[in-house]
């Protein structure tokens, strides 16, 4: 079974990272909206009055637009909840995201496109013919192998399980990012420590340190220094994309809605390269290879395929913290943009510049841009570097606008 293609969902934690989603070729883009999202504390998530933009900046590209309200609720979150669904519907939405049953009957009621989240934990069939009652998309567990998820395909399309809309039910599995240790994100280390729930959205990432460990009875101490036992490594699944594919899979979601631009244009853009190579049968190991290299360059924890090859445990971290090989380090304001001859103006208020330095833009319309400056003037003037306090320009290769971020790329 191979499906025709598989639609590619990439997270979007501000309208930097939307449109650098975009911009890298993403199919549809998944975002919060004030709280009652599994985000709420790691990103600045839009507002309601965002909604309006969101949607026409996705419709003007054929981008889908997919809301999360995925985390528990408790009966005061309710009027909140359905102000959130009324406000998608009105503003078009392509579909809310969500888990508790409370959003799924209301959707259901006022006609708002559901998916289910991956906090329902879908791991068999009949999950699905039961979900299969509110929403045409669901995300099938993360602890799944892939053949368990093919043989699900399979049995929908066996059964002729349809969803609201008639169709067959679609099914979407994580194919990049962060990896929790709980089952489907189910974790209460943070509520159990911090008093701050990981299911209302506000993880404080307890998994992520390094532990000692002490003998009750001796007072004797271990430090677990070669595994952070708890933080898995990020999941990757670039290099067997086309088993995915073969599984019939329809849509791929790439985790990160509290990264950067940078990270979500380059991640989105590997794996719709990749997708796009599957499909006109140009996919190889040398292209696998270059992908990954790239992909080492944003945050990332070290990679590892999940449980979709069939392996009983996780891959552990060995280290705090990312291992991107490189890093972004804040240099220059936005000022002006010369539309007539490309280019930009910046106030330099850190660091140094050169020519030849590796660079990249950001901002909330620009999205991201990635550039090698080969010409640098100051006064009209060409100059080797520039310094703190420096009014310059340099050529860009797509418009920038005052207050973009310029940031340069270093080795890691």
């Not at 009983?312 to 539309?339: C, H, P, Q």
Request: net charge negative; glycine share 6%.
């Amino acid at each position: 079974m191979r499906a025709k293609s598989i639609e590619l969902m990439a997270p979007a934690g501000n309208f930097e990272s939307l449109q650098s989603a975009i911009q890298a070729g993403a199919n549809s883009v998944y975002f919060g909206v004030e709280q009652l999202n599994m985000r709420t504390k790691s990103t600045h998530n839009f507002t309601l009055e965002d909604l309006p933009e969101i949607v026409y900046r996705c419709s003007e590209n054929n981008v889908k637009s997919y809301l999360t309200l995925n985390t528990i609720l408790y009966d005061h979150d309710i009027q909140l909840m359905k102000r959130i669904v009324e406000t998608a519907k009105e503003a078009g939405i392509s579909a809310v995201i969500a888990s508790d049953h409370a959003v799924l009957n209301y959707a259901k009621k006022i006609g708002q496109t559901v998916h289910i989240s991956t906090q329902c934990n879908i791991t068999n069939i009949d999950s699905v013919e039961f979900y299969a009652n509110f929403a045409d998309v669901m995300v099938l567990s993360r602890e799944l192998s892939l053949l368990q998820v093919e043989s699900i395909n399979k049995e929908i399309q066996r059964r002729e399980i349809t969803g609201p809309s008639g169709d067959l039910i679609r099914t979407e599995i994580f194919g990049h990012g962060a990896l929790c240790m709980a089952v489907s994100g189910k974790c209460y280390l943070s509520l159990h420590s911090n008093y701050s729930s990981a299911n209302r959205g506000a993880c404080v990432q307890n998994c992520r340190k390094s532990y000692i460990v002490t003998d009750k009875e001796t007072g004797y101490e271990l430090e677990v220094d070669n595994e952070y036992i708890m933080s898995a490594k990020d999941l990757c699944t670039i290099d067997f994309l086309d088993k995915i594919i073969e599984a019939g899979v329809s849509v791929l979601k790439l985790e990160g809605r509290g990264r950067s631009a940078d990270y979500v244009y380059i991640t989105t853009k590997c794996y719709r390269e990749a997708i796009d190579s599957i499909l006109d049968e140009t996919y190889s190991q040398e292209k696998v290879t270059e992908w990954k290299e790239q992909l080492s360059t944003v945050f990332n924890r070290g990679f590892w395929d999940g449980y979709y090859l069939g392996k009983l445990m996780g891959e552990w971290n060995d280290s705090d913290g990312s291992k991107a090989t490189k890093r972004k380090v804040y240099v220059a304001k936005g000022r002006k943009f010369y539309d007539e001859v490309g280019i930009g103006e910046f106030l330099m208020e850190a660091q140094n510049l050169k020519v030849g330095d590796e660079i990249c833009i950001t901002g909330p319309t620009t999205g991201i841009v990635f550039s090698t400056i080969s010409e640098i003037r100051e006064e009209n003037k060409p100059v080797d570097m520039v310094k703190k306090g420096s009014l310059f320009t340099i050529k860009t290769p797509d418009k920038i606008r005052p207050s973009d971020k310029l940031y340069k790329l270093v080795e890691a």
